[in-house]
């Protein structure tokens, strides 16, 4: 097995993705720059980005307990946002993301 292959399986122990769709009034909320800053906080990888039907869509991985945090602050984000629903899927982790960033 080559070193690359060894280091990318060896981290993954321990680590999850969670895939989330967050309905509500979370557009123009300032939604997206705040998930940026709590993922990067949290010292998580992967994306947010709006919808076009309103709601918003993220992939994040790292340390589960991490990703449960993220989770859990998704209910509510931001103080202007109303956030009415988050459908949460559990992915297979991948450790594609080398950041979290605000997609479009």
């Known amino acids: 097995m080559k070193q690359r ?3 990318k399986r060896e981290a993954t122990i321990g ?20 998930t940026r800053e709590e993922a990067s906080r949290l010292g ?13 869509e993220l992939v994040a991985e790292g340390p589960r307990e991490k990703v449960e945090q993220l989770i859990e602050w998704c ?7 109303r956030v009415r629903r988050v ?5 297979d ?12």
Not at 75 to 81: D, I, K, L, Y
Not at 87 to 91: L, M, N, S, T
């Open 44 to 56: 998580l990888y992967g994306w947010v980005k709006n919808r076009f039907d309103g709601s918003v």
């Open 75 to 81: 209910h509510h984000g931001p103080p202007t946002a």
């Open 5 to 7: 292959e060894r280091t």
């Open 15 to 34: 680590n999850i993705r969670a895939h989330l769709i967050i309905e509500g009034r979370v557009q123009a909320v300032w939604f997206r720059e705040s």
């Open 87 to 91: 459908h949460e899927i559990k992915e």
């Open 93 to 104: 982790f991948t450790g594609e993301f080398d950041s979290f960033r605000v997609t479009f």
